[in-house]
């Protein structure tokens, strides 16, 4: 006999006596690990499964209220989900960076480099796309990954091949993790070749002893003869910002929820600093970050009174202006964008699980701010 579920997904509420009845005296079998489900255990899960749906309406509302258009500089996207963009375009995004990165864990051969950074390249781009964002990204290994020193000189020897691709706007995110001498000779490298082929760079700062790390960075690039004007060094904090502004280098600022740099601390630095040279960003990834980080720091910044040409300034006009050098991304892109028709495939692909594909066009206000 068939029984009739007491709630469906599209539900907003669950009937708990409904439950109870139907399962009253019984044992489930759950279907991962056919452990038992109690009654009591099933009104959990459908009551924190209400909760996400909540929490999921919440953070897709978060108002632009005349913030006007952000970018996003430094997204590790392909950790996120479609969900994250949707939310990212109706809080004001209209392009992200995507800065090469390691996964988490150590990769062990250089095919699997090649394979991320195609899909970065390619794939991740589509998929942008079919929510109303441009993706862009740099291109780098990562210094985390640059001490296995046999793989490195491997994934430097394919890194120009890439460096010319459609969407890619500087080389990085590369710098120090441990200040090795491995990574110091990937970090040379690279510098070399973001000289050779004219793009700005990335530098990823320590997350342990970040004052020695970032000015060791800085050093290296002047060594090379780097324009500190086409450099942007990230993951800033309050014992950085100085240095980085007195030498000429674009000051970004990653805003983690309880790391790195909050964004109460970033609102006081950009009132005490001001906006030029200044950069928001999220670094959401795989970890516990952000996606909505940019437009929350501008709502924030807005409501201690910051003037809106300040936070146009450093959510939007200075990652354009330095990402913006080598021409693979402009405002016009967004300004003028091509329609969504999420109908269109990626090499057979689709980011659809059917449900019904949106065909429209994403309408920016250039003039919100300015």
Known sequence: MTTQPPFTGSDAQVNSSAIEEMFAGKSVACPCCNGTLTPSMLQKIMDDASRLEGFKKDFRAIPTGGLGMMIDPHAHMTARTTDDYE???QAGIVAVIEPAFWLGQMRTNVGTFVDYFSTITG?????????GIRHYCTIGLNPKEANNEALAEQVLAVLPRYLTKEG??????????????????????????????????????PHRDKTRGTQ???????????????????????????????RGFWCAFTIYPSTK???????????????E?????????????????VPKTARLMADKGI?????????????LAVYGLNGEMQEDHWLKP??????????????????EPKVTTRQVDANVIR
Not at 123 to 131: H, L, N, P, S, T
Not at 280 to 293: K, N, R, Y
Not at 307 to 319: R, T
């Open 216 to 246: 060791r960075s800085m050093d290296v690039l002047e060594e090379h003869g780097f324009d500190p004007a086409r450099c942007v060094i990230d993951h800033n904090n309050e014992e950085t910002i100085r240095e980085v502004l007195d």
């Open 277 to 293: 040279r200044v950069i928001v960003d999220s670094s959401c990834d795989w970890g516990v970050s952000d996606p909505l980080a």
């Open 338 to 355: 091509q329609a969504i028709d999420q109908r269109t495939l990626y090499e057979g692909n689709s980011v659809l699980r059917g449900q």
């Open 307 to 319: 003037s809106a040409d300040i936070i146009h300034q450093v959510v939007y006009k200075n990652a």
């Open 168 to 205: 890619v706007v500087a080389v990085g995110e590369i710098g120090y993790d441990e200040q090795t001498p491995q990574e110091d000779k990937a970090f040379r490298a690279q510098i070399e070749m973001a000289k050779e082929y004219d793009l700005p760079i990335m530098i990823h700062t």
């Open 123 to 131: 794939f991740e781009r589509f998929r942008a796309g079919q929510f």
């Open 261 to 275: 740099m909050g964004n109460e601390r970033l609102a006081a630095l950009v009132q005490q600093y001001g906006s």
């Open 87 to 89: 939310a990212m375009a």
